[in-house]
């Protein structure tokens, strides 16, 4: 007859002591997330018990989320885990989910799903002054001295900044959800923009296009600004990283994001810039409304006039659009598990998570004419 091992009883079922010893030393932290279960054979060996009864245990653990089976490959403590232990974590989402965004915005479905799965619960905290959030913020950083901290998401810097650093400065997990351009030292979910204007612009001087003779219509005048909030701002940055500044005569500025604003536009830039050989927009429907004022002026793209843009082209457009775009899938989950990877140890601050840019050179670039 079997002898059973000293940490096995025999009043308490066998898979059942099993599982419970399996689940104290993630507790205690003898088992991380991420690490190798020991082998079914390897436990039957060490604990002195019959094949079903570890593998019940083990299924019970996958079943109730301790651990992640892989097939051929054993098991691991899922990610999941010390959330389960500790309890779900309380995470502020400071300026809420607005209701447009909460009515199907990708980025927040995926933020709350993800959020779920990680142990997180939220608390949005919708229409608030600064004198309420920086009072939010002050309860929790009183008692982040005695207890573990909850955390916090900002889907935005804008009007967030001094709150954002008085938690970096403690040490309070946070993470700004959707970043436009790099920023050092914060914890943040990265689409660069600043990255995918600058590729653009270094597309049309590959092909030839002088820097003068690049027309661009932009959504801001203010360079200046601070709060990398702002994707005009981003996109403008990424121009004068390649550029240089931007020279009124060939910049229509505060170009409104609709075809028509680009149609608009570009009619005044034609009229300004009879050079013009490539044209870059800061935003699809502006390229679009430039590609009808182009064509109604009787220049033909890229023949005549190339054009370049940030952001997915709609349907419909006369010539397949050189862009470049960041899609918001995996905004929101990024954002979760970065949260998840600071609370549990598992990644140190500052935590950039970056998301792949993608480029389609289209059919609207093409080396200049002679003029």
């Not at 009183?142 to 938690?167: M, Q, T, W």
């Not at 600043?194 to 049309?204: C, D, N, T």
């Amino acid at each position: 007859m079997k002898k059973t091992s000293p940490e096995i009883a025999n009043s308490v079922p066998k898979y059942s002591q099993l599982k419970d010893l399996i689940v104290d030393r993630i507790r205690n932290g003898k088992l991380a997330p991420g690490a190798d279960i020991p082998t079914q054979r390897e436990l039957m060996a060490q604990f002195n018990l019959s094949y079903s009864t570890v593998s019940r245990a083990l299924q019970d653990l996958a079943r109730d989320g301790y651990i992640t089976r892989v097939m051929g490959s054993g098991s691991v403590v899922a990610q999941t885990a010390a959330a389960k232990l500790r309890g779900p974590m309380r995470v502020h989402i400071i300026g809420g989910i607005p209701e447009a965004q909460r009515k199907g915005l990708l980025i927040f479905q995926e933020l709350l799903e993800a959020g779920r799965e990680l142990g997180l619960t939220f608390a949005p905290h919708e229409d608030e002054t600064q004198a309420e959030r920086a009072a939010c913020i002050d309860t929790v950083l009183n008692a982040a001295k005695s207890v573990a901290p909850e955390a916090f998401i900002f889907p935005y810097f804008a009007g967030n900044r001094d709150h954002i650093d008085r938690l970096k400065k403690l040490g309070v997990p946070y993470v700004v959800m959707d970043v436009p351009h790099k920023m050092d030292g914060y914890n943040i979910v990265l689409r660069d923009h600043r990255a995918g204007a600058r590729v653009m612009i270094e597309r049309l001087l590959a092909a030839g296009h002088k820097p003068e003779n690049i027309g661009l219509l932009l959504g801001t005048t203010d360079l200046s600004d601070p709060d990398p909030f702002q994707w005009d701002q981003a996109k403008s940055d990424g121009v004068v990283d390649a550029l240089g500044p931007c020279d009124p005569s060939r910049t229509v500025w505060r170009v409104e994001p609709t075809a028509e604003g680009g149609d608009r536009a570009t009619r005044q830039l034609l009229e300004r810039l009879p050079k013009l050989t490539a044209l870059f927009c800061d935003n699809a429907d502006k390229a679009q409304g430039a590609c009808r004022a182009l064509s109604a002026a009787g220049r033909r793209i890229p023949q005549d006039v190339s054009v370049a843009c940030v952001n997915t082209p709609r349907a419909g457009t006369s010539v397949a659009l050189a862009h470049t775009w960041a899609p918001a899938e995996g905004v929101g989950r990024a954002a979760a598990e970065v949260l998840f990877a600071l609370l549990t140890g598992k990644s140190t601050a500052p935590y950039v998570r970056e998301l792949e840019m993608s480029f389609d050179d289209g059919a609207s670039i093409a080396p200049p004419t002679k003029q």
